[in-house]
């Protein structure tokens, strides 16, 4: 017999993230490097463990084994519980059915078992692509006290974006008249953030009804909010007023990176009282050598600095050599920059080395950023010596 | 499965070391940025293999338990062997060497009970990276009764014995008067077959705040970097989330072993800075080593200090020691006026 839960998180990690291209050919979204030492899901899972929420499903579709082998059992974030902690919950198969999750919704639908377990008042659906702090507690107080069957959180967008992003329509109390997914002509600028919380009662009842429905895509934003709404359900949007950034691109993911090098940065990651965690890499403290200068970074440890650094955010464990030049660019775990090279404006993913005298940077004026791959420099290497 | 039973006689008080050991057994002196003593031949152990370690403590450990907890760290949380704290049940009236007699008879059921058949015995004072299955080895090879651990022609106060004579001279210390096993190396007179395993690498033996400070500015040379921290022999720690190093654009830092939480708006040379340390705005630290979570303020003028942990440095203040005789302020000190030596 588990013990009861007031709430429990599902948090759906098997987005793919195709957007971020050679980022995520081996790895799920959640998985991407962020921030000089984290990946994306730490956001959401140290979310969880601050706000007090002991009890969380990762739902893993896509790409998993870097991301299950990640969280573990969940000790990094504390979620290592005697009751509850965290469980990864992949697809399954059942009879002679092998279940893929056919939308966020359906995630959930074939998870309800693993719910059920801790029969809560509370399911909070979340989103494991998303970086931001956000303390959930105080997001449930909100849908308690106004009753609401669902809650929605929400965040402001420019009205110039705001087609691009789920919107709500609401009054002025904040409750939710209608949901244009993606509208050509927004009338709010109130974007859903993907996090959900929903009295269990209700989302298990509207989950099974929609699972039937063979016209639904199974999606929490374009079939679960509708039927809610047709149903004439309290629902609630919830505002929220930090920084909430979707790294879905390598220009926003870079964007993200930069934002942290700001002189006061959206995102404090040096808030004691809000931690992130992640799995720590284990190695000794950077070395910054006599010939190396560093300005406006954030520098993780086990790197060996030997060039110049600027406005830039560089992982664990990379090195790179005298005279070479890093200008705003995120230089992700272990790779390697050689002596006398330039990389700006770019992405150097996991891993990548970047032989000597090689400059990488965006064509004049241009605003692109630039993401590294082995083709890439194999291409760089030949016009050099060509 | 290894053969090995890993102890640590931590229980050794180091008289130069007193102003970082005030408060503080040797064992979780800091340093290196993010270190204590003990994770280094607590890692030496993890990485050749060795799957039960007891750790001796003297008074004042709970810095020293903090620091350890269940042994996670060392991946030394096992249901079968793991992490043993066998604090004293008394304190003995003798100042033993390592390998104190009187002290590994008060858990002597440890040693009888543990199914390993040899005893690595080490101090907590000596830094290195050392593979202790090669020692082993050679123990084994030359039939010794002890092997001691030497590094050119020191003495690195380790040893290695097999438990069943380790036993027999603990049992026995009344009728032979050898107090510890340095002792009975140490001692002309008996019919031992004492030899020597010579490990080449760096080692340090941190015996005084000059040998402290000396052996902290030896990291920022690559090959003694590479040689206590090799890839594939890492240093395990008790782990603190800290958020990787900011460093502000008016921040110029050459030649320094930084540590991650640190903010670093200042001029930092030839220094040793460790987690969540800040240096303010035009402040130029140069020869020294900051320990954790101390902040210097703006307009600081350091050179030659070591600052324990927790030390506040507040604007516009100068401190100098010298290479010789580096300054050291104590855990926790507050300075606000000007101190030149």
Request: hydrophobic share 40%; aromatic share 10%; charged share 20%.
């Amino acid at each position: 017999m588990m013990v009861k839960k007031k709430c429990v998180a599902m948090l759906l990690a098997g987005g793919q993230g195709s957007r971020l291209q050679s980022l995520t050919t081996s790895i799920a979204k959640p998985a991407v490097p962020f921030g000089g030492k984290y990946r994306i899901i730490d956001f959401t899972l140290s979310n969880c463990t601050n706000s007090g929420i002991d009890t969380v499903g990762v739902l893993t579709q896509y790409q998993p084994l870097v991301l299950n082998s990640y969280i573990g059992i969940g000790s990094a974030w504390d979620l290592d519980r005697r009751n509850g902690g965290v469980t990864v919950l992949p697809p399954y198969t059942e009879a002679s059915e092998v279940k893929w999750y056919s939308g966020t919704a359906n995630a959930i639908y074939h998870n309800m078992k693993y719910i059920e377990q801790y029969n809560p008042e509370y399911v909070l659906v979340l989103s494991g692509d998303h970086i931001y702090k956000m303390d959930y507690s105080k997001m449930l107080d909100y849908h308690i006290q106004n009753e609401a069957e669902a809650t929605i959180s929400v965040v402001e967008v420019p009205w110039d974006e705001a087609s691009r992003f789920g919107i709500m329509n609401t009054n002025k109390d904040y409750e939710i008249l209608e949901f244009d997914e993606k509208p050509a002509e927004p009338k709010s600028n109130l974007a859903s953030m993907g996090i959900y919380i929903f009295n269990w009662k209700a989302l298990k009842e509207f989950l099974e009804v929609d699972n039937v429905n063979e016209e639904s895509s199974h999606d929490f934003g374009k079939d679960l909010i509708p039927l809610f709404l047709n149903e004439d359900k309290r629902l609630m949007a919830y505002p929220f007023d930090g920084y909430w950034k979707d790294v879905g691109t390598v220009k926003s993911l870079w964007e993200a990176n930069m934002d942290l090098l700001k002189e006061n940065p959206g995102l404090n990651l040096f808030d004691h009282s809000w931690r992130i965690y992640s799995r720590n890499p284990n190695q000794p403290p950077q070395y910054i050598s006599h010939h190396a200068e560093v300005k406006e970074s954030l520098v993780n440890e086990g790197c060996f600095i030997e060039g110049k650094v600027q406005h830039s955010v560089i992982f664990q464990g990379v090195k790179t050599g005298e005279g070479s030049l890093i200008d705003e660019a995120v230089i992700m775990p272990d790779a390697v920059i050689g002596s006398n090279s330039v990389v700006r404006r770019a992405i150097v993913p996991e891993g990548i080395h970047v032989p000597d005298g090689i400059t990488i940077e965006p064509e004049d004026n241009s605003s692109d950023i630039i993401l590294v791959t082995d083709e890439l420099i194999e291409k760089l290497r030949k016009d050099v010596t060509a | 499965m290894s053969r090995l039973l890993g102890v640590i006689d931590a229980t050794n008080v180091v008289g130069g070391l007193q102003d970082l050991s005030l408060n503080r057994s040797v064992a979780s002196i800091p340093f290196a940025g993010r270190y204590r003593f003990i994770d280094f031949i607590l890692s030496n152990m993890v990485n050749s293999g060795v799957e039960s370690v007891a750790i001796f403590p003297k008074h004042q450990y709970r810095s020293l338990m903090d620091h350890i907890g269940s042994g996670k760290n060392w991946d030394l949380d096992r249901k079968k062997d793991g992490l043993f704290f066998l604090p004293p049940f008394f304190e003995p009236n003798e100042n033993s060497t390592v390998g104190s007699f009187a002290r590994l008879d008060q858990h002597l059921d440890f040693f009888k009970r543990s199914h390993q058949d040899y005893v690595f015995i080490a101090n907590s004072y000596v830094i290195t990276n050392i593979d202790i299955e090669e020692a082993l080895a050679e123990h084994l090879i030359h039939d010794h009764d002890i092997t001691e651990l030497v590094n050119h022609t020191h003495s690195l106060d380790m040893y290695i014995v097999k438990k069943s004579l380790l036993i027999e001279l603990i049992e026995n210390r009344k009728n032979s008067q050898f107090i510890s096993v340095s002792d009975v190396v140490n001692q002309p007179l008996h019919n031992f077959n004492i030899g020597t395993y010579t490990h080449t690498g760096y080692a340090a033996i941190m015996n005084s705040i000059e040998a402290y400070f000396h052996h902290s500015m030896k990291l920022l040379d690559p090959t003694v970097w590479n040689q206590l921290f090799p890839a594939d022999r890492p240093v395990f720690t008790k782990v603190k989330d800290e958020p990787p190093t900011r460093y502000s654009s008016a921040s110029t830092v050459t030649n320094s072993m930084i540590a991650n939480g640190a903010v670093i708006e200042g001029r930092v040379n030839s220094s040793i800075i460790s987690r969540a340390v800040k240096i303010g705005r035009n402040s130029h630290v140069t020869n020294c080593v900051v320990m954790q979570k101390s902040q210097i303020g703006e307009g600081c003028t350091l050179e030659y200090v070591i600052l324990d942990k927790d030390v506040r440095v507040l604007d516009g203040v100068t401190l100098k020691g010298s290479p010789e005789k580096p300054l050291v302020l104590r855990k926790g000190t507050v300075r606000e006026m000007a101190v030149s030596m």
